[in-house]
């Protein structure tokens, strides 16, 4: 008899905990906005793995490489606007829903001079993080994730 009602015991606990678990709501979170957009991959992969090993550390020579790489500066502080903006349309077409998004960061970071405000100047890395602000503004429905 003792074991039944242990066991019986056991099985409801269990159970409820079961039931508590699946019932409960994603909490609050404090996280960076950015994190809940899911941003397909914008960098070519050739690109992304030659700037890669050995990788470059440093908020500004990662992102300035692979912009030296793909062609979107004409020199350290110049942006090779026609480029990039050609990058992000063709890269719209290849991911539905972002066109939007590449609109804002046509508007926001190619055809206006954006500065980031780093320590120190790095024109690859303002259109970079512009580009990225730009998208997360307009992140498409189905790419949002909190």
């Not at 790489?69 to 972002?98: C, M, P, Q, R």
């Not at 690859?124 to 990225?132: H, I, L, N, S």
Request: glycine letters at 4%; aromatic letters at 8%.
């Amino acid at each position: 008899m003792y074991k039944f009602i242990a066991f019986l015991l056991f099985v409801t606990v269990i159970h409820a905990d079961v039931i508590i678990h699946k019932g409960a709501k994603k909490g609050a979170t404090l996280k960076p906005l950015s994190v809940c957009c899911d941003i397909p991959e914008i960098g070519d992969v050739k690109h992304l793995t030659t700037c890669s090993n050995p990788k470059v550390n440093g908020p500004c020579n990662d992102v300035q490489c692979i912009f030296e790489e793909s062609g979107f500066l004409i020199d350290n502080n110049t942006l090779n606007k026609e480029v990039y903006k050609n990058h992000l349309i063709k890269w719209a077409e290849e991911h539905k829903g972002w066109s939007p998004a590449v609109d804002k960061a046509v508007k926001d970071c190619v055809d206006t001079d954006p500065r980031q405000h780093l320590d120190f100047p790095c024109k690859a890395y303002d259109v970079f993080a512009c580009t990225g602000i730009a998208m997360l503004k307009k992140c498409p429905n189905e790419a949002w994730k909190c």
